[in-house]
């Protein structure tokens, strides 16, 4: 009986830890009501600057978790320089990616995509090729969205696991942006 109280006891305690943080919940909702047009009661920098705290603190035990703070911060900010656009900090997107995947393995709805989305964003502004072509930009010149660089090596097999498009669609939907260009 004495083992079977414990084990008991040690799922409720784990059940307890993994309880979602309210907190990230409440910030990628602001983050997501922001993209839809509502005025935004803090910045995305200070979004993503209590997401970062909430991290290093330990505070993002559940999967759902996971895919809040990823969710804020893959949207860490880009600027124009020197004729490209570059993001700020590519590195929030390559600690997105990994907590996106955290939150696919945990069986979130729609974390398979962003795993896709995210790699792409970091790649695509630190080496300037994408894997799977979830990444557009719009040519400064003619206005035009282009995919950023496509991995060729990348099959479509692949990129089906993360529900993104056969390269083939992708190139009939978007033209692909030239490397060196």
């Given at each position: 009986m004495s083992k079977i109280l414990s084990v008991l006891v040690l799922i409720v305690l784990s059940t307890?830890?993994?309880?979602?943080?309210?907190?990230?919940?409440?910030?990628a909702a602001e983050d997501q009501a922001v993209r839809a047009g509502t005025p935004d009661p803090r910045s995305d920098d200070a979004r993503r600057t209590r997401v970062l705290e909430l991290i290093a603190s330990g505070n993002?035990?559940?999967?759902?978790?996971?895919?809040?703070?990823?969710?804020?911060?893959?949207?860490?900010?880009?600027?124009?320089?020197?004729?490209?656009?570059k993001s700020l900090s590519a590195e929030n997107y390559l600690l997105a990616h990994f907590l996106f995947k955290r939150a696919m393995a945990g069986g979130i709805k729609g974390a398979n995509y962003l795993v896709a989305a995210s790699i792409d964003r970091y790649l695509s502004f630190t080496v300037g090729q994408q894997r799977y072509g979830t990444n557009r930009l719009i040519d400064q010149d003619t206005g035009k969205e282009l995919l950023v660089p496509i991995d060729r090596s990348v099959t479509d097999a692949e990129r089906a696991i993360y529900g993104v498009e056969s390269l083939q669609q992708l190139l009939q939907r978007f033209p692909e942006k030239q490397k060196g260009r």
């Open positions: 307890s830890v993994k309880a979602d943080n309210t907190e990230l919940a409440q910030l993002t035990a559940s999967p759902q978790d996971s895919f809040n703070a990823a969710l804020v911060l893959q949207h860490t900010g880009l600027v124009f320089c020197d004729g490209e656009i």
